[in-house]
C-alpha cells in the first residue's frame, strides 16, 4: 500500500483533483498566434475546469455594478427604467427598420458616373432581406444595435460562398468574443466556445459592431455601465415608492377631534371609512362628521416634491446619455403640433446619423473583400430618409420644386421611384398616360383693348 506521501507524488501533488470529468480542456494563446492546448495526462483539477477570465463568471460573481445609491445595477435594472427602455427601443427599432442598400458606382461610356443598387452581389440579399437562416433584416439589425447600447459590442460570425463573399452572419453570443491587437498589430478575435477552449478568428472571419465611444479604440463603451449611477438612483427612487405604498403611509388625511373618542367609536369610524372605500364609487365624495370632527386633508409636501424632482432629473439624464429628444420619451411637457417635424430631424441628424454612419463603415471593413474595398465601387447606404418624409402636403410642394419648371433638377421617373410607383416611358397613351399641360393653359390671353 503506497503511502500518502508516495500517493501526492505520482499525482504530481495536484489537489482538488476530481477524476472521471470529462470537459473540454480550454486553449491558450502561443507566442506565434496560434493555439496551445493544456496537457492533461492527469485527474483534472477544479481550477483547470474553470475559465476564470469568463465575463460570466464575473458577472456572476460582482452581480452587476454597485452603485454610490447603495444597490447592483444589471441589465434588469436598467430596461425597467421606462425611459431607458423607450430610448433603447425607440433607437434599435429605427435601425432595424430602416432599409439598408449595396449601391455600386460605375461609369457609362461617355464617362459619366452612374449610381445603382448591386442586387447580384449576395451581400445586397443578406442586408435587404435574410442575413442567416433565422433572422430577418429587422430582426438581426435590431438585435447587434441593442448589444452595442447595453454591452458596447456585437459580434456575428461571417459566413463566406463559394468566392469568399459575406452570405451569413450569425450573431455570437455575448460576451463570447473579444479583440486582439498584438504587437504585429494584426487585428484577431479570441472566441470562447460554448463547449469551452478558445479559438483565434480573423478579422475578415467576425463582424463587429461597436458603439462610437471607446476608451482604447477596439471595444465600445456600454451605455448600462456609463449610466449606472443615474439607473441606480431612479431604481432606488423606484424603490422606495413601493415600500412606501407597500406600508400603505400614503394616506389622504387625518380625522381631528378636541374629545376623546372611545374605542367603540373610533371602531365604528373606521368600519364607516372601509365600507365607503371598499368599491370606490364613493370616491371624491364629502363625509358627515359627528362627535367634533375635523377633516384635515394632506397636501404635497416638500420630500414629495422633491422625489418628483428626482424623477424627472433622472429622465433627463437618460435623454442626455442616448441622445434622444425629451418629448420622444413620452415627456408631455414640449407641445407636439407643428414642432414635430423638426423633433424627427433633431433624432435623425443628432441620434440615429452616427449610428448610420457606424453601421456602413462597420459592414464595409468586416464584409468587402479586400480587393472590393481597393476598388472603392462599393458602397453600403442606409435610407434614413424614410424617417425624413413629411407629410403628403409637404412632399408634393418638395416634388413640385423638383420638377421645375425652370430649374429642374428631378425626373418624373425619379419622383415616382420615391413612391414606388413603376417609371414612365413617354409612350403611354390613355388612362395610363402622365397628364400633360395643355398649350391654351400655358399661354397667357390677352384682355381685348378697348378701341373707343
Not at 447595453?150 to 460562398?161: E, K, M, S
Not at 487585428?187 to 480573423?202: A, D, Q
Not at 365604528?268 to 362627535?291: P, T
Request: net charge negative; aromatic share 8%.
Amino acid at each position: 500500500m503506497a503511502s500518502p506521501d508516495d500517493y501526492r507524488r505520482q499525482s504530481g501533488y495536484r489537489r482538488s483533483s476530481e477524476a472521471g470529468v470529462q470537459v473540454a480542456p480550454p486553449a491558450h494563446i502561443g507566442h506565434n498566434g496560434g493555439l496551445a492546448m493544456i496537457d492533461r495526462t492527469g485527474p483534472i483539477e477544479a481550477w483547470q475546469s474553470m475559465e476564470m477570465d469568463s465575463p460570466l463568471l464575473a458577472e456572476f460573481m460582482r452581480g452587476g455594478g454597485a452603485v454610490a445609491a447603495g444597490m447592483t445595477v444589471t441589465e434588469m435594472t436598467a430596461l425597467r427604467n421606462s425611459t431607458y427602455f423607450r430610448g433603447e427601443n425607440l433607437i434599435s427599432s429605427a435601425i432595424g427598420m430602416l432599409p439598408t442598400f449595396l449601391m455600386r458606382r460605375t461609369v457609362d461610356s461617355q464617362g459619366r458616373e452612374k449610381i445603382e443598387k448591386a442586387t447580384d452581389h449576395p451581400l445586397y440579399r443578406l442586408l435587404k432581406k435574410r442575413p442567416n437562416t433565422f433572422q430577418t433584416a429587422f430582426e438581426f439589425k435590431s438585435y447587434m444595435q441593442q448589444l452595442a447600447l447595453r454591452d458596447g459590442n456585437a459580434y456575428g460570425l461571417i459566413v463566406p460562398d463559394y468566392r469568399g463573399r459575406a452570405a451569413q452572419i450569425i450573431p455570437l453570443a455575448r460576451g463570447a468574443c473579444k479583440p486582439k491587437l498584438p504587437d504585429d498589430w494584426v487585428l484577431t478575435f479570441e472566441y470562447r466556445r460554448p463547449t469551452g477552449g478558445t479559438v483565434i478568428l480573423k478579422a475578415n472571419q467576425v463582424f463587429h459592431f461597436r458603439h462610437p465611444m471607446t476608451r482604447d479604440g477596439l471595444t465600445g463603451l456600454s451605455m448600462k455601465d456609463i449610466a449606472r449611477e443615474t439607473l441606480g438612483t431612479a431604481a432606488q427612487a423606484e424603490r422606495a415608492a413601493g415600500k412606501m405604498l407597500k406600508g400603505g403611509v400614503m394616506a389622504g388625511g387625518a380625522l381631528e377631534s378636541e374629545n376623546d373618542l372611545g374605542e367603540e367609536a373610533i371602531e365604528n369610524l373606521k368600519q364607516s371609512m372601509r365600507e365607503r372605500s371598499i368599491d370606490g364609487e364613493n370616491a371624491g365624495e364629502w363625509l358627515v362628521l359627528e362627535g367634533g370632527l375635523k377633516a384635515k386633508p394632506f397636501i404635497t409636501s416638500a420630500r414629495d416634491a422633491q422625489y418628483d424632482e428626482l424623477r424627472k432629473r433622472t429622465v433627463e439624464d437618460i435623454a442626455r446619455f442616448m441622445d434622444v429628444p425629451r418629448p420622444l420619451l413620452m415627456m408631455d411637457e414640449t407641445a407636439w403640433g407643428t414642432g414635430i417635424e423638426q423633433l424627427g430631424l433633431f433624432f435623425v441628424t443628432y441620434c440615429l446619423m452616427k449610428w448610420f454612419v457606424a453601421w456602413e463603415q462597420a459592414i464595409e471593413r468586416s464584409c468587402f473583400t479586400q480587393a472590393e474595398q481597393d476598388a472603392d465601387e462599393l458602397y453600403v447606404k442606409f435610407n434614413e430618409g424614410a424617417l425624413l418624409r413629411g407629410s403628403l402636403k409637404d412632399q408634393a410642394e418638395f416634388f413640385k420644386a423638383a420638377l421645375g419648371p425652370n430649374q429642374a433638377y428631378r425626373s418624373v421617373n425619379e419622383v415616382r421611384s420615391a413612391f414606388d410607383l413603376n417609371p414612365k416611358t413617354g409612350d403611354e397613351t390613355g388612362p395610363d398616360a402622365i397628364p400633360q399641360p395643355s398649350a391654351a393653359a400655358a399661354t397667357p390671353t390677352k384682355e381685348p383693348v378697348d378701341d373707343r
